[in-house]
């Protein structure tokens, strides 16, 4: 539910700067790399990637997209329904509420010829409420640490996704290296933007956006804060006795201190590559170990 | 299906340069994607983008406050939705007019400054110079990095009846206005969506990178990280929406006067962490409060001490202090002979006639004929103390000319001239009002950079021609095409 409800955020704001940009943008704007973070490599369906309307409608409202907004928020909406016992009221109400938001045709229209920003931004806002409500209202039990770890896992699996497919665009396009604007739009994207300004003096360096997005303690967007997260998280549910950490706790402290530990700078893109796949495919292993040990049902 | 019909019932002003209309009232080719497109849109969906661009600037907190005011302090801009277009030819031109004047204004004050070759060749007259009230004697023999006096400069262009651009004014102390330019464009993109690229709009976002880089490396140390800050004169400016959006854009600190601190002729800044030191000043205080040691006495938006540590050259200032004297309404008269005397180049933007009611004659024969003339203060901004002749009663003009003779120095005219017009939507029909133009230009030790686009003003008041944000004027987006 939670990990969910944090990709849709991260969905919706990678939309938003994305269209802001496209609309800057003198040339053809392609979206192709923001597909690839969020269908995957292969699920761009027919859509034209050069048609802005047309790749928001299919990310946002489009059912026929497994990874769409709409499918996804259904997702949590079950979800919810199904573990209302750990939840409170108010929580089931503001997810319900999400989902007949994005399901509404008039939101369906207004996308296909109004201002988009206003849409995303009302999908967004019903995104905090999400969060917000939890804040205050959820005790701080089982159920929360779950929830919790369940976002955290999520959005760093994001940061390395995203980091990903933008410097993996570099190997075709080495320009992009020096491009700024690209640069600028990625932490924007992911809400970065002004904690770079205010530690990087020197202007946007593709080093310096992947420090940041790796290894900065203090961006709540970067892998290493998700994974410190994750720990504390996960900790608490050991400290209950909720949880037999086994595995669990090895595979999770493991990538805490490669990540923690590692140096980033000087790779080659095939190093890099290599490096975010491997801490990719730790975070689905995590992702999996949770599932077989509280979730399963054999 | 056309749902509206915007040409007819546009009543296109006489005598008058139209942005949109020729005179035979087609629409020109620049405007003819928007054309259509307004002509699609039904009167309800265009109110209802007027609306959201109000929520939007409202909510976002994009406001101003004018000091004499009764009417509550905060107010929206007023924004008008219909984009001002210029062609990538125009541009192209302006903008070489543009770096040219810019180039001999900051050759001008260098000069003024320390050799005063201008004045002793005879090009400009000395009693002109020394009877600025912006000419500080402070600043003579001052060494400023890179010899850059202006680093921002908004040039106020207008178009007469012929559609010829003419300076109307050069600002190049505090020239204010660049955050409308970028919050503009947001807007636009919202309103009028996929708009923008279907017209091949030249993007405005990289202004604040720009200017950033410029403040970087005019850091009279050189360390990797010299501190910028953005000096503010407080909360209760008018611009002061400008100085926080800035500031971020850039990720520089904010500051009030009393946030800094001179010790042993070196600026620093007051943090958590102790005294942090300071090397370059964006500063949006006015020369004459920015040190109350060496200029107004009472102020408390300055920093006392400032002046010596920025002659020592162990800061910055941004724009350079005294640059009043360049963009003397008196001294304007002389420009044209600046990029002659200068340059060695014919002027390609052209300079309103303007008399000096200074000089005898001229102030009879502007007095003859007032009520064709615009008299202005030399030293005055935002439209505050002008007398526009043709608009004005006999008791007002009697009373501005008793102002006048105090000191004739302080006064010019000029013509009146038209202004174009560009077509606003008001009431739910367009309707023709009065513009000009405000590019703004950033000069760095590589250059000078002029963002493509700028700021258009507009007089809201039907055949107004005062355009000022103070005098009920509003803006709208500029598109500069590729």
Known sequence: MSRYVERTDGMLRMLKINYAASQDAVSDFSWSPVIRIF??????????????????QYMVTDKNNPNSVINIITQVRENARSVQDHITKDVWQCLNEYYHTVKDPKLNNMLKKDD??????????????????????????????????????????????????????????????????????????????????KTYRTGFEAENVLTQVVLNNVFPRSVIYSLNQLVKYFDRLKIDG??????????????????????IKGLTQDELHHYLAEIKSELYGIGNAFNQTCFSLS | MIKNRHTESYDLP??????????????????????????QESTDELNKKEELSKVLFMSQGITFT??????????????????RIITSEEWEFIEKGI??????????????????????DGIVPIDIIYSCPHFLREMCNVKVPHDLYIHIAGIDLIRDNDGTYYILEDNVRTPSGVSYMLENR???????????????????????????????????????????????????????????????????????????????????????????????????????????????????????????????????IVNAVGNGVADDKAVYVYVPDMIKYYLNEEPLLKNVPTYQLGNKDERAHVFENITNMVIKQTNGSGGYGMLMGHAATPEEIDAYKVEVMKDPRQFIAQPTISLSSAPC?????????????RPFALCGPDGITIVPGGLTRVALKEGSLVVNSSQGGGSKDTWVLS
């Open chain 2, 186 to 316: 947001e807007i636009t993109k919202r309103l009028f969506p996929d708009l923008l690229p279907q017209c091949k709009v030249r993007s405005v976002t990289e202004y604040p990178n720009i200017l950033y880089n410029n403040l970087r490396s005019l850091s009279p140390r050189q360390v990797d990280n010299p501190t910028i800050v953005l000096l503010s004169p407080g909360s209760f400016n008018s611009a002061y929406f400008e100085h926080t959006t800035l500031a971020r854009l850039m990720g520089i600190e904010l500051v009030e006067g009393p946030d800094l601190i001179v010790e042993d002729h070196k600026v620093y800044m007051k943090t958590t962490g102790g005294l942090q030191q300071v090397d370059v000043i964006y500063r949006r205080v006015d020369d004459e409060y920015l040190d109350p040691l060496v200029f107004n006495a009472n102020s408390l938006l300055g920093v006392a001490g400032l002046m010596n540590a920025y002659r020592k050259g162990n800061v910055t």
């Open chain 2, 425 to 437: 939507y008001m009431h739910g029909v367009l309707q023709p009002r009065r513009v000009d133009f």
């Open chain 1, 116 to 197: 988009p920003i206003s849409v995303l931004d009302i999908l967004i806002k019903q995104g905090m409420l999400f969060y917000g409500t939890t804040e205050i209202t959820m005790a701080r039990n089982e159920g929360s640490s779950f929830m919790r770890i369940g976002k955290y896992l999520e959005r760093s699996i994001q940061s390395v996704n995203i980091l990903d497919i933008k410097f993996g665009s570099v190997d075709h396009n080495p320009d992009l290296l020096t491009n700024t604007s690209y640069w600028k739009h990625l932490l924007l994207s992911i809400g970065g933007y002004e904690l770079y300004l």
């Open chain 1, 242 to 263: 909720h949880i037999n950490p086994g595995d669990l706790e090895f595979l999770i402290g493991r990538l805490q201190s490669k990540v923690k530990y590692s140096s």
């Open chain 2, 99 to 120: 770096k040219q004047r810019v180039t001999a204004l900051n050759l001008f004050l260098k000069d003024v400054y320390s050799d005063q070759f201008i004045i002793k």
């Open chain 2, 66 to 83: 004018v000091y004499n005011s009764g009417e509550g302090v905060e107010k929206i801009f007023p924004f008008d939705i219909i984009p």
């Open chain 2, 14 to 39: 006489k005598n008058t340069w139209d942005e949109m209309f020729d005179q035979s009232k087609q629409v020109r080719s620049e405007y003819k994607t928007v054309m259509d497109y307004l002509d």
């Open chain 1, 39 to 56: 269908c995957g490599p292969d699920h761009g369906g027919n859509v034209n990637e050069f048609n802005s309307r047309a790749v928001l």
